[in-house]
């Protein structure tokens, strides 16, 4: 939430000499090619809103937020106006005050008002529950409602939740499909929060922008229109973005009132770790271990670090090596080492993120789980591996170090490959350019198509919904021509009762496989259907929590892989063969000595072997 906050964390080290320990070593002060400082800033205050509830005003500040930051204040009070509002300000700014003062002034005020929050992961889910439950709120129900939510507790949310925590997928698959289930949740319906807005991009957003819509589809049908309530720390042009995420207009906020502390931030290539054969320079050594090695340093001089890593082999594989790099140090300390990513199981994940939030693990590996995962106050440094893929990815996930004000040391590890040679050489590429776009086309025919199904699985589709999808009439009645819908006067119908369509949001496909230990039958996590040639065929070595398995089977069919803990002298790394067919431009615009063209392309990927 951020803002004025008395301190409760465990003493901590000292972020401003990390980066000059972690260069003692004359091999490490050579792999350092470029170091960027950036000045922290004082925060700015504004007064609490006079419509907030004093037990609500009470609440806060007895989690330590004592006096809110400008942008909180000026967010909350456009969305208690009732405008649609997008909050962009910078990461770690507090951005949850600026939706949590209206939503939840509106259900101690209104005892019919509801809210649903969505979150691109479970794990901001979780952690806003939290942030809810500590204020302790009487008459403020809050519940979880996503695929680890027992079937009981789905229950109980559907009938009693004031505010429902969920992500797009449970809201597409399990929400809008059953929305007579939830009645009065959705009559009442006052706030919609889209928290990490920039993250729906693509296909995914592209999906997401239409379940929006069904969603304010559905609303209407029982007489609500809520207001949006959006946040991002890491978008170009927020308000342009989330209009077209949602549908509406929208005011932005952007001027960010919270305290930075002071960040350094170093780009990193791990320096050469042998000899060609031919007398050349050699090859670097791997980046994964150069940030164990570095992760490692960071825990035994007391530093809570965040790793990011490529995969979720990575994840394990540098916790590991940290580990053991650790223990030589001390037994203890090396426990506070640990790897979080996706596919563990849901009491895992939570116990991983609990542990995080309390400091007892100092050292975290991570996929981009953690991106825009909890919020975890504190943090000292972060160590990327590699390009993560955007600019807004690297910045979210720098600015996970240095909350509260507090100096950050943020590392940048390139792997060995051209583009992160590129980039560590090249500093301007990386520092002074903005964020990318938040790029999305929910008039996709291929989205809209089997959004307008799902649509029209939920309630008829009539001529006054058009409004809402644009470009729907030539995909409507392609639909029609297909026998996916049926016209009618009334408007348009699904033809296929007691059948949903099947829409993925995410494009993974195939569901999830599941790993079984093969001699107990324990449920050890999952991995995605597409993953699976890749991570758990059989001959695998497969790493989860530090302890290594070998698949003995993958059943696709019945998508489930049967492991057995070993502990072999080797691991395997799957080969893969990937065709690129383009099927037709449709068209193409010369450039400077090449030609730029826009079309369909096929694209098929192989597992044919593994070394």
Not at 321 to 342: G, N, P, Q
Not at 400 to 416: K, W
Request: hydrophobic share 40%; aromatic share 6%.
């Amino acid at each position: 939430m951020g803002t004025t906050r008395r301190s409760t964390r465990p003493a901590r080290a000292e972020p401003d000499g990390l980066l000059e320990r972690l260069l003692r070593s004359p091999r490490r002060a050579d792999c350092v090619t470029h170091v960027e400082r950036r000045d922290g800033r004082p925060a700015e205050y504004a007064d609490w809103p006079g419509w907030a509830p004093p037990e609500l005003v009470r609440s806060f500040r007895a989690q330590g937020v004592v006096t809110p930051w400008r942008h909180q204040t000026e967010a909350a009070e456009l969305a208690w106006a009732g405008a649609h509002v997008v909050i962009g300000t910078g990461t770690a700014s507090g951005k949850s005050l600026g939706y949590q003062l209206p939503a939840l002034a509106a259900l101690l005020t209104d005892p019919s008002a509801r809210v649903l929050y969505l979150a691109p992961t479970k794990a901001l889910a979780g952690d806003q529950l939290r942030t809810v439950q500590q204020l302790d709120l009487p008459g403020i129900r809050a519940a979880r409602y996503d695929g680890d939510t027992p079937p009981p507790e789905r229950d109980w949310a559907r009938q009693y939740a004031s505010l429902l925590l969920t992500n797009p997928d449970m809201l597409h698959r399990g929400v809008l499909p059953q929305h007579a289930r939830f009645r009065s949740f959705l009559r009442g319906l006052r706030f919609v929060v889209v928290d990490e807005c920039h993250s729906y991009r693509g296909v995914f957003g592209s999906h997401v922008a239409q379940v929006l819509r069904r969603l304010r589809r559905i609303c209407a049908h029982y007489g609500a229109t809520p207001v949006f309530v959006l946040a991002s720390a890491t978008v170009r042009e927020p308000q342009r973005s989330a209009q077209r995420l949602t549908g509406l207009p929208v005011c932005a906020v952007t001027s960010d009132g919270a305290p930075r502390g002071p960040l350094t931030f170093a780009l990193y290539e791990p320096p050469l770790s042998a000899i060609g054969d031919d007398g050349g320079t050699g090859v670097r050594r791997s980046a994964n271990a150069e940030v164990a090695d570095l992760l490692a340093d960071l825990v035994i001089d007391g530093a809570r670090t965040l790793a990011f890593v490529r995969s979720r082999r990575s994840a394990e594989t540098v916790a590991a090596m940290a580990r053991r790099s650790v223990a030589e140090v001390s037994a203890t300390l090396a426990d506070s080492v640990a790897a979080y990513r996706a596919g563990y199981l849901a009491e895992e994940r939570r116990a991983l993120e609990a542990a995080v939030q309390s400091a007892e693990l100092l050292g975290v590996a991570t996929t981009s789980a953690l991106e825009l995962g909890i919020d975890v106050a504190g943090l000292d440094a972060v160590l990327l591996t590699g390009w993560p893929g955007t600019v807004a990815s690297l910045w979210q996930q720098a600015g996970r170090a240095g909350r509260d004000g507090e100096p950050a040391l943020a590392v940048f590890v390139a792997r060995d490959d051209p583009l992160d040679t590129y980039l560590v050489t090249h500093p301007e590429a990386l520092f002074g350019r903005p964020v990318e776009a938040t790029v999305l086309d929910p008039a996709n025919p291929y989205v809209l198509g089997p959004q307008l199904e799902c649509a029209a699985a939920e309630l008829p589709l009539a001529e006054a919904d058009l409004v809402l999808f644009d470009g729907a009439e030539p995909v409507l009645a392609d639909l029609v021509d297909r026998g996916r819908l049926r016209r009618r006067a009334s408007g348009w119908f699904w033809t296929r009762h007691g059948e949903r369509p099947d829409v993925d949001l995410r494009g993974s496909g195939g569901g999830v496989v599941t790993l079984v230990e093969q001699e107990t039958g324990r449920l050890l996590g999952s991995v995605d259907h597409a993953a699976a040639d890749h991570s758990v065929h059989t001959g695998a070595v497969y790493l989860h929590q530090g302890v290594s398995y070998v698949v003995q089977e993958l059943d696709l069919a019945a998508q489930v892989a049967l492991l057995a803990a070993d502990e072999p002298d080797w691991t395997t790394a799957a080969r893969s063969v990937t065709d690129i067919a383009l099927l037709r431009t449709i068209r193409s615009v010369p450039g400077d000595g090449v030609t730029l063209g826009f079309g369909e392309v096929e694209v098929s990927t192989q597992v044919v072997s593994y070394l």
